[in-house]
């Protein structure tokens, strides 16, 4: 509350009870002086990944401000009457109470204060063998419109395109978290660490808002700096990705039909014809190797977790749950090639976790071992941090790194990526046994950013509609094209 006070964006009644000790809850409530440690901003793992600091602010207009006060003010006046601890995404006094009167029940995270004091909060959802859609009317495929957002996740533009979170793409903590429960059948802690990433790469860290593309005047930006989605190029959009090209040769946002390719023809090699977990092993390092030998530019620091992480993601929630061993073209493709669920999908009967995903990423990494750093000048530099041995920690180290990064040096985007990291990444981190702080001072900065480099994201369109693909690349035919294909008995996939 105090760096909404300071840049003039809390309401005047909220701003002198603030100031006057008064509280924002309820009346004589006085501020609990508890708010986390606001770290070293130059420690190893804080570097800035991006100049947004440096970048001209356009002003807010006064709708703008109006819609920002209007969000805190319905977060920290809502009437007694109206709090139910029961539902899906509890306001912070839902979630104050709910904590007060059930503890932490369900892996609840604590309430949260400071500059997250307005964030709506995530709950754990059922999870199990579930037909998705199904035949839920409010969950049939749309085709985005013309002021839709759409992005580089594959994954997350099929939760758009089915009404799982906001069709607008504009979207928020709390639920791209319960989405990604909901629809894929992943824990509550993974989905909280995933959809408060993309609150960090790209997002309105006070309101929880961000979208699932570019920049947007749909979500605020209470901070003071431009917020560019999760498209903005360093942690969610990488180099070395599974659907996308590298940034460096231009389009790093349409679907790339010549990397979807390059996936089945190793499934086919080396997964026996499915997107299984060795098939993901040679595509990740390959991958690596050619961004790393072609891309002047190529980065692998602090984000080298996500090229393995969305390869993991791929592999294991992505099969249909009726066989969920068996990631084949059949339902995994469609998420990649038409951004829908396939017919007759269920979700997993098991769900997946933080703790199976820190280990994914640690086992495909150890797959070739490969040195972070960039290409910078024509040669690689290397970053200056120690890769543990055990595939859980080395997880763990990619976990935290992206958890330190913050995506603007301003000083208030800092203090909110700390409150963050201290708030939630260590919390949900916690649970699966990795404790970033034994990583914090592993030395080295997670990122580098040559000077002048462009690190906004583009047009953050993605797919728009079924089967699109980008205009660099030949047409597809066979199995990457979605046609009909023949498996042998073993389930070998064979182009038509």
Same mark, same amino acid.
């Given at each position: 509350?105090?760096? %909404?006070?300071?840049?003039?964006?809390?309401?005047?009644?909220?701003?002198?009870?603030?100031?006057?000790?008064?509280?924002?809850?309820?009346?004589?409530?006085?501020?609990?002086?508890?708010?986390?440690?606001? %770290?070293?901003?130059?420690?190893?793992?804080?570097?800035?990944?991006?100049?947004?600091?440096?970048?001209?602010?356009?002003?807010?207009?006064?709708?703008?401000?109006?819609?920002?006060?209007?969000?805190?003010?319905?977060?920290?006046?809502?009437?007694?009457?109206?709090?139910?601890?029961?539902?899906?995404?509890?306001?912070?006094?839902?979630?104050?109470?709910?904590?007060?009167?059930?503890?932490?029940?369900?892996?609840?995270?604590?309430?949260?204060?400071?500059?997250?004091?307005?964030?709506?909060?995530?709950?754990?959802?059922?999870?199990?063998?579930?037909?998705?859609?199904?035949?839920?009317?409010?969950?049939?495929?749309?085709?985005?419109?013309?002021?839709?957002?759409?992005?580089?996740?594959?994954?997350?533009?099929?939760?758009?395109?089915?009404?799982?979170?906001?069709?607008?793409?504009?979207?928020?903590?709390?639920?791209?978290?319960?989405?990604?429960?909901?629809?894929?059948?992943?824990?509550?802690?993974?989905?909280?660490?995933?959809?408060?990433?993309?609150?960090?790469?790209?997002?309105?860290?006070?309101?929880?808002? +961000?979208?699932?593309?570019?920049?947007?005047?749909?979500?605020?930006?209470?901070?003071?700096?431009?917020?560019?989605?999760?498209?903005?190029?360093?942690?969610?959009?990488?180099?070395?990705?599974?659907?996308?090209?590298?940034?460096?040769?231009?389009?790093?946002?349409?679907? @790339?039909?010549?990397?979807?390719?390059?996936?089945?023809?190793?499934?086919?090699? +080396?997964?026996?014809?499915?997107? @299984?977990?060795?098939?993901?092993?040679?595509?990740?390092?390959?991958?690596?190797?050619?961004?790393?030998?072609?891309?002047?530019?190529?980065?692998?620091?602090?984000?080298?977790?996500?090229?393995?992480?969305?390869?993991?993601?791929?592999?294991?929630? %992505?099969?249909?749950?009726?066989?969920?061993?068996?990631?084949?073209?059949?339902?995994?493709?469609?998420? +990649?090639?038409?951004?829908?669920?396939?017919?007759? /999908?269920?979700?997993?009967?098991?769900?997946?976790?933080?703790?199976?995903?820190?280990?994914?990423?640690?086992?495909?990494?150890?797959?070739?071992?490969?040195?972070?750093?960039?290409?910078?000048?024509?040669?690689?530099?290397?970053?200056?941090?120690?890769?543990?041995?055990?595939?859980?920690?080395?997880?763990?180290?990619?976990?935290?790194?992206?958890?330190?990064?913050?995506?603007?040096?301003?000083?208030?985007?800092?203090?909110?990526?700390?409150?963050?990291?201290?708030?939630?990444?260590?919390?949900?981190?916690?649970?699966?046994?990795?404790?970033?702080?034994?990583?914090?001072?592993?030395?080295?900065?997670? +990122?580098?950013?040559?000077?002048?480099?462009?690190?906004?994201?583009?047009?953050?369109?993605?797919?728009?509609?079924?089967?699109? /693909?980008?205009?660099?690349?030949?047409?597809?035919?066979?199995?990457?094209?979605?046609?009909?294909?023949?498996?042998?008995?073993?389930?070998?996939?064979?182009?038509?």
């Amino acid at each position: 509350m105090s760096e %909404l006070t300071k840049r003039g964006l809390a309401p005047e009644d909220m701003k002198r009870a603030y100031l006057a000790g008064e509280g924002l809850g309820e009346p004589n409530q006085k501020r609990q002086a508890n708010d986390p440690p606001i %770290l070293d901003p130059l420690s190893g793992v804080l570097s800035g990944v991006g100049l947004g600091s440096l970048t001209p602010r356009s002003p807010r207009s006064e709708e703008h401000v109006r819609a920002i006060e209007e969000h805190f003010r319905s977060r920290f006046e809502e009437r007694d009457e109206d709090v139910n601890i029961d539902a899906p995404i509890l306001t912070p006094k839902a979630h104050k109470r709910h904590v007060e009167e059930r503890g932490l029940v369900g892996g609840l995270l604590a309430p949260l204060t400071g500059v997250l004091a307005g964030l709506d909060i995530p709950t754990p959802q059922e999870s199990g063998l579930k037909a998705i859609p199904g035949n839920d009317p409010n969950h049939q495929y749309q085709a985005p419109g013309p002021t839709d957002v759409r992005g580089d996740c594959p994954t997350l533009n099929t939760l758009a395109n089915h009404g799982y979170l906001s069709r607008t793409g504009v979207t928020s903590f709390a639920e791209a978290a319960n989405a990604i429960q909901t629809a894929y059948s992943m824990s509550f802690d993974i989905a909280v660490f995933l959809s408060a990433l993309g609150l960090l790469a790209g997002g309105d860290i006070p309101t929880g808002k +961000y979208t699932i593309g570019g920049r947007d005047s749909r979500v605020p930006e209470t901070l003071g700096v431009p917020v560019y989605g999760i498209d903005r190029h360093g942690l969610f959009e990488i180099d070395a990705s599974v659907s996308r090209g590298d940034r460096y040769f231009g389009d790093n946002h349409s679907f @790339n039909i010549s990397r979807w390719n390059k996936i089945v023809d190793d499934a086919n090699n +080396y997964g026996d014809g499915l997107f @299984n977990i060795e098939a993901m092993k040679h595509n990740a390092a390959d991958q690596v190797d050619a961004s790393r030998a072609n891309n002047p530019e190529f980065a692998f620091g602090g984000n080298f977790a996500v090229v393995y992480a969305t390869r993991a993601l791929l592999s294991r929630p %992505l099969p249909n749950g009726t066989e969920p061993n068996v990631p084949d073209f059949k339902n995994v493709a469609s998420f +990649y090639l038409n951004e829908t669920f396939p017919d007759g /999908w269920f979700r997993i009967p098991h769900s997946y976790s933080l703790v199976d995903l820190l280990g994914d990423i640690g086992n495909l990494f150890l797959f070739k071992p490969q040195p972070l750093g960039r290409n910078y000048e024509g040669r690689f530099v290397p970053l200056n941090i120690s890769i543990p041995d055990a595939p859980a920690d080395i997880g763990c180290l990619g976990a935290t790194l992206l958890a330190s990064a913050a995506p603007d040096e301003a000083e208030p985007v800092v203090q909110a990526v700390n409150a963050l990291k201290d708030q939630i990444f260590s919390k949900v981190l916690g649970s699966a046994a990795c404790d970033i702080s034994q990583y914090e001072q592993n030395g080295g900065n997670p +990122y580098y950013t040559a000077p002048g480099e462009n690190v906004n994201g583009g047009s953050g369109s993605g797919i728009t509609h079924k089967g699109e /693909w980008d205009s660099q690349t030949v047409k597809p035919s066979g199995a990457s094209s979605g046609q009909p294909v023949k498996r042998s008995t073993k389930g070998r996939v064979f182009s038509a």
